[in-house]
């Protein structure tokens, strides 16, 4: 019984987050029903999973510590922002005092600064995280979830191109150690690295665009819109990830349980995906909790060359605006982000090497 | 095997059910449609906050002022709008304006008179915090709105003489006045709109213009979309649609445009420059902007003037704007080429001899004696390659040594605004072609003069010309005022005017670039 509903639970749970993917890839709008049952599905694929392994009280501390966590990075964004020079309405024409008055009293940026602070994280706590200073009359919230699901959309897509690259490149390289496909693998992979996304970006839109007229330059309006910027952002993690699985199955692979299950007689393929793999994967489990925070969150350079319309520009242009507010709600999303990421990706150690037990 | 056939069924059914999403621009006929590159999200269309030209660009076309430009006239002289005629009274202490009773709003309701009070009342409200609320400060009582020692509009120099008539009594003479009502931060407004929707009364589904042009749709940081007013009161935007994209990146925005995909690219980056300009589609205007670099004539050896007027005499503009390529006009004057006011005698040229010998007769004759001086700029590539080249030309023509540093750009203000260096890098575009917007800014009492250089003659001069209602008599006194600024005084060195490029499709007729630039979208037509 137990075991049906984990199969069906996960089933499920796959059949949701494949089609939303499938559907939001080819430009379909996902149905509201299908978009909170990916939510409901995996939050209750998370609680299943936390007690069956045990580890409810792991993921309690944890939860309550990702808020402490948020807490003091909103806290330190708000202090540093105040102290770095220059204010958001600085222009090259001096405002004349009362002018600079009436703004200051708008914004409450005249209250003492203990005054702004519990304003702020009072704010914050009901949902409220104030107006743009630099699009004026729009809420912050709704600048970021106006932005947010292209960044997101983006980021996602690269992922899976990182994985779907990175992995099987990695495994193959060190199938093959020392000959000539490791080598030439690992060679790829340092170029993915090596080359800087504004290098390739005009490069693959050059020639896939221009050249070959198969692909659009800029947008986000479907899916051969998608393509050239989610190839162009998922190669370098890609060659990370190359590297790393190649690395951490190198050293597996000369482990006595794989010498073990060799002798045991079992075939190549049952050896390499079944055991190596699945215990090689911790680094890049590791490398990858970060990494889908930053990715999610949007990329600047990428966003702005195919013209996307993402959060990466306002993570960087809040500041050079100082821009509190936006500053503030970029810096906590992307926190929340990466929070949330190191969790699942510490809840996931312990299914792919048991011997890491969380207290 | 039927379970599985259940869940296919019900897969399918559910994507069936799923809606495509709309292209954007679906249902638009390309042939009736011009595609704007705007560069940025505007970060307000209300008019009265609003100090970007993104935001101006969209604004001027879905609304009209009481007096617009005659964009073909080099002295870009006045014409009417929403106004039918102005006279001033009083020695131009008072104006008197005539509304024009045939325009209506887009949703029907007829405009009045009491809209434009409306909206200058708002402008200068202290509860909407506008940074451009001392556009309006020169009519009586408004500066002491803003700051609240008046709360009664009616105390405020702007009234109604009748349903269609306005009476404004400045402070003090100003035959200026008019030309602020050409900028769209003076607009009228619905303030029964803006009340009903608060800050969301700029989305499509709240404005309510009447310009020739109005809003249908923004999508924040893709694009706006407007579409010709049937209900404007002159005569019919010529193109029935405009897309205006916000394309951060330059050279994807061209990218695009060689494609085909755009008709109007409105900024193009400096290092392309050379090849762009060969293209059939290159065109370039002066605008009404002067990048200069400024003195603090409070910090030795800059603090005599004689050492000034060396360092100007050193500097050879057409070098600078050379090596830049981007149809940078040099110049030595500080009111700009293209209007009412531009003098090209004025202004301390270039002449390396003459360089040296002031140099020496300031004392300098022995170099070494000469202190390492600071020119400060904000970080941009640019500014740098300028920078470097002053440095260079500073260090051949006069054997001085200059060191050279740069801040962000909100931290360079704040440097240049409390302690600027000898030399800082600036610009100033003007809110409206008439001198005494520029050269009001280096008067002892302007906010704006970093230079900290205090006259009095030229505060005279200034306030002098700000009365005079003779053309002839004003340029006479703007001249006296030049050159007291920069041949006598030499408080600032004025490098070149700004210059806006742009790449204009084949398809688009009838564009004529103008250095307020603007670009009123209705008397294009496309082929």
Known sequence: ?359 | MFKKLIIAIFSLAMVASCTKKKSSSAGMDLSDTLRVNVTTEPPSLDWNKSSDTTSAKIQDNIMEGLIKYDLTDPELSLLPGLAMEWTPSENTKVWTFKIRTDVKWNDGVPFTAQHVLDGWERLINPLTASNYAYFLHGIEGAEDYTSGKIKDFSKVGAKLLDANTIQVTLKGPQSYFPNLLTHHTTYPIRIDVVKKHGDAWTEPENIVTLGPYKMTKWIHDKEIHLERSETYYGSKAKIKNVIAYMINENSTAINLFEKGQLDMQLSLPSTELRELKKKPEYQDSGLLGIYYYGFNTTKAPMDNATVRRAVAHAVDRQAITKMLAGGQIPTTGFVPAGMFGYDASVGTGFDVAKAKALLDEAGYSDRSKFPTIKIGFNTNDDHQRVAENIQAQLKKNLGINVELYNEEWKVFLKSVKTDPPHMYRMGWIGDYPDPDNFLNLVTSASANNYTKWKNSTYDKLIADGAIELNKDTRKGIYKKAQKLLLEEAVALVPIYNYVSQDLISDRVVNFKKNPMDRYPFKDLTLK
């Open chain 1, 1 to 359: 019984m137990k075991t049906k509903i984990i199969k069906i639970l996960g089933l499920a749970t796959l059949l949701a987050l494949v089609s939303s993917l499938l559907l939001s890839f080819f430009a379909y709008e996902i149905p509201a029903p299908l978009f909170y049952a990916n939510f409901l599905l995996v939050g209750a694929s998370f609680i299943y999973y936390s007690i069956s392994q045990k580890m409810v009280l792991f993921v309690i501390k944890r939860i309550i510590g990702a808020f402490g966590v948020i807490l003091i990075i909103a806290s330190l964004t708000f202090f540093l922002m105040r102290f770095m020079p220059g204010g958001p309405f600085d222009e090259e024409k001096t405002l004349p005092p009362e002018i600079k008055a009436n703004i200051e009293a708008k914004y409450n940026l005249n209250a003492p600064l203990y005054e702004q602070y519990f304003d702020y994280i009072g704010g914050l706590v009901q949902g409220d995280m104030g107006q743009s200073y630099k699009y004026l009359g729009r809420n912050v919230s709704d600048i970021v979830a106006e932005v947010f699901p292209a960044s997101f959309q983006l980021g996602l897509y690269a992922l899976i191109i990182s994985f779907l690259l990175g992995i099987p490149l990695g495994l193959f390289a060190a199938a093959y150690h020392n000959k000539w496909q490791d080598t030439t693998s690992m060679m790829l992979a340092i170029l993915g690295v090596t080359l800087p996304s504004f290098l390739v970006a005009p490069i693959v839109i050059q020639f896939f665009s221009f050249k070959l007229d198969w692909l659009p330059a800029a947008f986000w309006d479907g899916p051969s819109y998608y393509i050239l910027p989610m190839i162009v952002l998922g190669t370098r993690p890609a060659a990370t990830i190359a590297r790393l699985t190649r690395a951490s199955v190198l050293e597996v692979i000369r482990s006595d349980y794989i010498r073990t299950a060799k002798a045991k007689g079992l075939s190549r393929k049952t050896v390499l995906f079944k055991h190596v793999l699945r215990n090689s994967l911790i680094p890049v489990l590791t490398y990858a909790g970060p990494l889908a925070a930053g990715i999610l969150s949007g990329t600047f350079i990428i966003e702005i060359i195919f013209a996307i319309p993402g959060m990466g520009k306002h993570l960087i242009q809040s500041v050079n605006n100082r821009d509190y507010p936006l500053i503030l709600a970029t810096t906590l999303l992307f926190s929340a982000l990466l929070v949330f990421a190191n969790l699942i990706v510490d809840l996931l150690y312990s299914y792919f090497d048991p011997r890491i037990r969380l207290s």
